[in-house]
T-cell receptor, first 114, second 113 residues
Framework: NSKVIQTPRYLVKGQGQKAKMRCIPE?????VFWYQQNKNNEFKFLIN????????QIDMTEKRFSAECPSNSPCSLEIQSSEAGDSALYLC????????????FGEGSRLIVV | GDSVTQKQGQVTLSEDDFLFINCTYS??????LFWYVQYPGQGPQLLLK?????NKGISRGFEATYDKGTTSFHLQKASVQESDSAVYFC????????????FGQGTKLSIKP
């Protein structure tokens, strides 16, 4: 059973609506990743954090996507204005450290944009 | 850039058949290699991890060998069961990439009872 907790498991949003997903990483894991998995099973890296600091992010997240990992609160990924192409499984993963260590994934939050 | 290739999009076998899933990689230096398995409605789970220090990973009857010569990391299992039906992803991480996993395209394994 996954020790990375993601909520909600499912969310349905209309185009233009906000969508927010949360993630509690595995205890003791300072590094958190967000990936988007599309219906073709392709993974797209979105952003990663070490503690509260952004390590890397793709250009997409700088526009409609925002993410944070505040101290003592769940990490979150928010889409400001959902588009049909955002429909996907959003996966959070955590890791003991960034370099070469295993990523442990949550169950994911499935976003459907109608 | 660094990449992982799985040529088989789907594999269909019967119970007790031998499983072989192809994975090759292209990187500038030696990566750490993984196999993840994803069951329907779940996130990917670690199946195997192999670093440059250990050439072979074995878990739950699955095994994969890190072959630097052919840049391959094929997954094998001697005898599959219906419960092995899932999507299998080969993945790698480079030590300069802050832990970011690069995934292959995935291979869907279907087992006929």
């Amino acid at each position: 059973n996954s020790k990375v907790i993601q909520t909600p498991r499912y969310l349905v949003k209309g185009q233009g609506q906000k969508a927010k997903m949360r993630c509690i990483p595995e205890k003791g894991h300072p590094v958190v990743f967000w990936y988007q998995q599309n219906k073709n099973n392709e993974f797209k890296f979105l952003i990663n954090f070490q503690n509260q600091e952004v390590l890397q992010q793709i250009d997409m997240t700088e526009k409609r996507f925002s993410a944070e990992c505040p101290s003592n609160s769940p990490c979150s990924l928010e889409i400001q204005s959902s588009e049909a192409g955002d429909s996907a499984l959003y996966l959070c993963a955590s890791s003991p450290t960034g370099s070469g260590n295993t990523l442990y994934f949550g169950e994911g939050s499935r976003l459907i944009v109608v | 850039g660094d990449s992982v290739t799985q040529k088989q999009g789907q594999v269909t076998l019967s119970e007790d058949d031998f499983l072989f899933i192809n994975c090759t990689y292209s990187t500038t230096t030696y990566p750490t290699l993984f196999w993840y398995v994803q069951y329907p409605g779940q996130g990917p789970q670690l199946l195997l991890k192999v670093t440059t220090a250990n050439n072979k990973g074995i878990s739950r009857g699955f095994e994969a060998t890190y072959d630097k010569g052919t840049t391959s990391f094929h997954l094998q299992k001697a005898s599959v069961q219906e419960s092995d039906s899932a999507v299998y992803f080969c993945a790698l991480v480079m030590n300069y990439n802050q832990g970011k996993l690069i995934f292959g395209q995935g291979t869907k394994l279907s087992i006929k009872p």
